[in-house]
């Protein structure tokens, strides 16, 4: 088992320190436990899988720093920027996962009638800890078809390789969509090359997909919504390395709620950050070109990054060759109706 390597700034002897642990087996979980004992001593909190969502939804408000650990990998860490409950949302963290790693569990889901995905797995959230984000990359093979259907939360999609239509658009790399709440879309048609697209929440979706026409006894009233970008058009790789100046693009306008969404070319090697997440409901950051340098790791094209509503702006560090990265921000409130138990 890997020995934890901690974040930037943080050591084994840092107090208030809460890690809950994941392992999908008995012994597993008792040798992550062991290691993360010896490694701390003294623990806030710690979790087998069964309980751990709502371990790590209460340590990130009841301690300064909180760690997510599986199989002993900090896999997720947040620091409370502010005490007290936190006034948009439950959780103040930033968490990033490579698309490395996330390929590296890669599922093949079939389900009825045939229709495959191939998914990888950035953030996962539960019925337990509703506040954690959900982030997934979805693969789809040449002439699939996604029938139309909502969701009972606010989603972004980001089509990022092949290509096919959303409803009757033609989406192609880089097109990013928006649909509130009970807001109707699709259907999602790929074309010869397939289509891969990101799945975007900052909260868990209880419902899951809700297919037409069965589904619509599942819609309930609220303020429909979609936008859709015009193409992001990424640069080539002389352009990406000769950038001298920063750029920062509108991809969805600013709305009132806080919706909104930009795309931003950095210079190689230099330090910036992203819009600040204060105006939203939390911000995915999808690395689109280049690198980004986060934590002390390298996080090449199709990593992702979550930021809560209360977190810091996104420190952004271009790698040398350079980087271009989708920002997208959710609403500050929901806008749809609660959902009943």
Known sequence: MDKIR????MSEAESGIALVTFGRTVAAQRACDDLLLSAIGEINAVAGKKGGAITAAKAFNEVSTSLVVYYGKIIAWGRQQTSGTSEKGTLVMIMAKSITEARANCEHLVHGEGRESWVSRFFKA????PDQPVAFLVDKKPDSVIAPHFHEVNQFQVIVEGSGKLGKQEVKPFVLHYTNGFTGYGPITAEDEGISFFTLRNRFDPGGARFFPEGRSFMKPARKRHRV???LVLSDDEALRSRTSEVIET???P???GLAAWFLRAVPGAKTQAPSPADGGGQY??????????????????SCVYVSA???????????????VLIAQFPVAETHPPVSD
Do not use: H, K, Q
């Open 6 to 9: 901690w974040p930037n700034g």
């Open 126 to 129: 539960t019925a337990d800890a």
């Open 229 to 231: 970008s015009d193409y």
């Open 251 to 253: 991809a969805i306008e």
């Open 255 to 257: 709305e009132e709620d």
């Open 285 to 302: 950051l999808i690395v689109a070109r280049g690198t980004l340098l986060y934590d002390g790791e390298v996080f090449p094209e199709l």
């Open 310 to 324: 209360d977190s810091e702006p996104m420190p952004l560090e271009a790698g040398a060759e350079g980087l271009e």
